[in-house]
């Protein structure tokens, strides 16, 4: 079955750096759109950012120029790199894929501190 398990959470202070992972399996990411979502407390849960099959990349405004989305074949995992890392941004990060139904992780905390 389809697997996808977030890492690389934690608390950073403001403008420092995170990377997070999506480790894949049952399914192959470099063949499927991959997306990272976020949802704060009391929010909603929101795209940041995801990448095609053909590595097309597309970010929210808010993390546009901040984040990276990116992806390891050869490991089938999936990566975002925060940078300038705001307080805004605390939330609990998602991988997703979408097949026939939404495949989601259990989530990884992001907290950043002022």
């Known amino acids: 079955q389809v697997q996808l398990v977030e890492s690389g959470g934690g608390l950073v202070q403001a403008v420092g750096s995170l990377r997070l992972s999506c480790a894949a399996s049952?399914?192959?990411?470099?063949?499927?759109?991959m997306g990272w979502y976020r949802q704060a407390p009391g929010k909603q849960r929101e795209l940041v950012a995801t990448i095609t099959s053909g590595d097309t990349k597309s970010y929210a405004d808010s993390v546009k120029g901040r984040f990276t989305i990116s992806r390891d074949n050869a490991k089938n995992t999936g990566y975002l790199l925060m940078n300038s890392l705001k307080p805004e941004d605390t939330a609990v990060y998602y991988c997703?894929?979408?097949?026939?139904?939404?495949?989601w992780g259990q989530g990884t905390q992001v907290t950043v501190s002022s």
């Open positions: 049952g399914i192959i990411l470099s063949i499927n759109t």
């Open positions: 997703n894929v979408k097949l026939t139904k939404h495949y």
